[in-house]
């Protein structure tokens, strides 16, 4: 039932299992699998993976949400928060995150990655429900600098588990639709406010939506334990067979699965590795500008609109940032290696609704609620850059490093961002929205130097197969290495950039 294969690179063999190729042999191992089997594993991938990571996605949103929310609700008049308290209330949240970005990473190596990350979302449920019992800025800035740490390794993780399961042309697809979960957050988390703010309580209607928020969110956690299974080896939904389908279509791909030991070499070449950087660059970009989501109803609420009316005419902005995800979503399955293109053009429309915030006049009250909606849309290119970072980054230990990385970056543009949304400058806030504008900017030019970077590496290595020094293994979208192989992308020289 299994077979090694020497000498003729391109010769296949059926779903057999296949000796696992070390760096000294000289053996091109090739897997052929029945597309219609792929499809239908596939299918029962995206019914039970793709819900759980979406579920957990939204509430991870929905938490972010609540203190804008809670905001427009009286949360600053309740507990008497002053001046920049407010500001530095969002900025604690990323604070937390930030310092659980190196534990997490070690973790995510050395741990099974679903138990891992389903315990932390208990976890970061119970924080949102303390939220509740805040009584001034010292508890809550305490409770929010927990809840950012609780959430921290959630997002980095989401990388690894989507290229665990999923072939690098499914990626987009599959990113956008946790990530999409940004939009419909915004939507559903409004008009929970919306009843909850209506509804006769006997405590703060802020309060009431942290405890909702939290209690739901340990419920997802449960879930997340108890049904996500750890890789296609273990898939409780899968058969036997449909199992090894699910494990060597990754083989063609390239793709590895998750491991619990960590490789030095790997954490060594993901500091040395000069895409990191575009990563970290396009992370810290995207988050400057991300306030204006923390904000918008405060801005909102500024040009005269009742807290009702805030929570209403607020909720087309999911809808924006749904569609405009999507677009980045299906666009490169229609062309090719266009995703950094995509990008641009994803981050111009927030970058409009920035400029438009500043500059339409204040009496044109619903061009400014329009310039909101489209000011706040920055998962849309979030979810290219993770697209990106998960289809090019091999092996585990360098894919939870540059994950790390990530989010690192990711930490800093979101505790710096809010300094710059001060209340003094409400309900215009300047100075944020010329940050934003400069960032998507610099964001705009960041994808255009990626491109270009990996359009080089991809001729270089084009360049070394015809002059036959990439060895045994061969270039073609049939052909994969073992998944149990660990190998990074500058290890593996058929791998191929996806920009």
């Known amino acids: 039932m299994s077979e090694k294969i020497r000498q003729d690179p391109m010769a296949t063999v059926n779903m057999e299992e296949v000796a696992t190729p070390k760096p000294s042999d000289e053996l091109a191992v090739v897997y052929v699998v029945d597309p219609e089997e792929e499809k239908q594993v596939l299918k029962k991938l995206d019914r039970v993976i793709l819900p759980l990571m979406a579920l957990v996605y939204f509430f991870q949103y929905l938490d972010k949400q609540s203190i804008n929310y809670a905001a427009v609700f009286g949360l600053s008049k309740d507990l008497d928060l002053s001046g920049t308290e407010f500001s530095w209330v969002i900025s604690l949240f990323y604070f937390g995150q930030l310092c659980s970005e190196y534990p997490g990473a070690y973790l995510m190596s050395r741990l099974p990655i679903t138990i891992l990350v389903g315990v932390t979302i208990v976890l970061w449920g119970g924080a949102e429900m303390c939220l509740a019992a805040s009584t001034g800025f010292s508890s809550l800035a305490a409770v929010r600098f927990l809840l950012g740490f609780t959430e921290g390794i959630v997002s980095p993780s989401f990388m ?111 500091l040395t590795e000069p895409r990191t950087l575009f990563y970290a660059l396009m992370a810290l970009f995207i ?15 500024g040009f005269g609109y009742s807290p009702f009316q ?37 981050a111009s429309m927030p970058m409009l609704g920035s400029l438009l915030l500043l500059t339409l006049p204040a009496h044109m009250s619903w061009g400014i609620v329009v310039s909101t909606w489209f000011a706040g849309s920055s998962a849309p290119p979030l979810s290219i850059a993770i697209g990106l970072m998960s289809s090019n980054v091999k092996g ?56 270009y970077s990996a359009k080089y590496s991809n001729r270089k290595r084009d360049r070394e197969a015809l002059e036959g020094r990439q060895g045994s293994v061969v270039a073609d979208n049939n052909i994969g290495v073992s998944v149990d192989s660990d190998l990074t992308e500058r290890q593996d020289r058929a791998f191929r950039y996806i920009y």
């Not at 999923?166 to 008009?191: C, D, H």
């Not at 988050?287 to 609420?301: D, E, M, R, W, Y």
């Not at 266009?338 to 641009?344: D, E, F, H, L, T």
């Open 160 to 270: 690894i588990i989507t290229s665990t399961w999923y072939r690098r042309k499914e990626n987009p697809v599959r990113i956008a639709t946790w990530v999409s979960m940004f939009g419909v957050s915004q939507i559903v988390g409004g008009l929970m406010m919306y009843g909850i703010g209506g509804a006769k309580l006997s405590m703060q209607t802020w309060r009431v939506m942290f405890l909702v928020c939290g209690g739901l969110t340990v419920g997802c956690g449960v879930l997340f334990i108890a049904f996500m299974p750890r890789d296609t080896t273990t898939a409780w939904f899968l058969n036997e067979r449909e199992r090894r389908v699910a494990t060597e279509r990754l083989a063609l791909d390239r793709a590895t699965r998750d491991h619990t030991t960590f490789d030095w070499s790997q954490a060594k070449e993901a």
């Open 287 to 301: 988050t400057i500008p991300t306030p204006i989501t923390k904000f918008s109803s405060l801005v909102i609420n």
């Open 310 to 346: 805030t929570m209403l005419v607020g909720l087309p902005s999911g809808a924006v940032a749904f569609i405009l995800t999507w677009i980045g979503a299906i666009s490169p399955l229609y062309f090719p290696n266009s995703r950094c293109y995509i990008g641009i053009l994803l």
């Open 396 to 451: 585990n230990t360098k894919k939870a490093v540059v994950g790390a990385i990530f989010f690192v970056f990711y930490c800093v543009g979101c505790i710096s961002g809010p300094q710059l949304w001060q209340r003094q400058d409400a309900p215009r806030y300047y100075k944020g929205c010329i940050a934003s504008v400069t960032s998507w900017g610099l964001l705009i030019i960041s994808f255009l130097a990626y491109s």
